[in-house]
Nanobody, 126 residues
Framework: QVQLVESGGGLVQAGGSLRLSCAASGRTFNKYAMGWFRQAPGKEREFVAA????????FYAGSLKGRFTISRDNAKNTVYLQMNPLKPEDTAIYYC???????????????????WGQGTQVTVSS
């Protein structure tokens, strides 16, 4: 079992930045591919970014590449999402997810992830 706890969300003005963190329990974090997803009010959950267990492979939703950066620190069992500059359309609940993987790759489909955090709210004002 892996438990994921997100933090770092909040209210920020457009153009500002936030860094989300996702702390994972368990001793095999370095064998889990990680992903960030988000869900805005009235919309379906969408992929944001993903990272392989080594951190060497990353992938982003096309519209977010260049503004968001995913990274991980396996020594701290934590994955991060740096977001800047933020736009009002980035307002959503952000979730991290984990998938045990036998390959050092990333996954962008939500259905393949095994564990999810409870989410953290990000609100961007205009």
């Amino acid at each position: 079992q892996v438990q994921l706890v997100e933090s770092g969300g909040g209210l920020v003005q457009a153009g500002g930045s936030l860094r989300l963190s996702c702390a994972a329990s368990g001793r095999t974090f370095n064998k889990y591919a990680m992903g960030w997803f988000r869900q805005a009010p009235g919309k379906e959950r969408e992929f944001v970014a993903a990272i392989s267990w080594s951190g060497g492979n990353t992938f982003y939703a096309g519209s977010l590449k260049g503004r968001f950066t995913i990274s991980r620190d396996n020594a701290k069992n934590t994955v991060y999402l740096q977001m800047n500059p933020l736009k009002p359309e980035d307002t959503a609940i952000y979730y991290c997810a984990a998938r045990f993987s036998d390959r050092d790759t990333y996954y962008q489909t939500s259905s393949v992830y095994d564990y999810w955090g409870q989410g953290t709210q990000v609100t961007v004002s205009s």
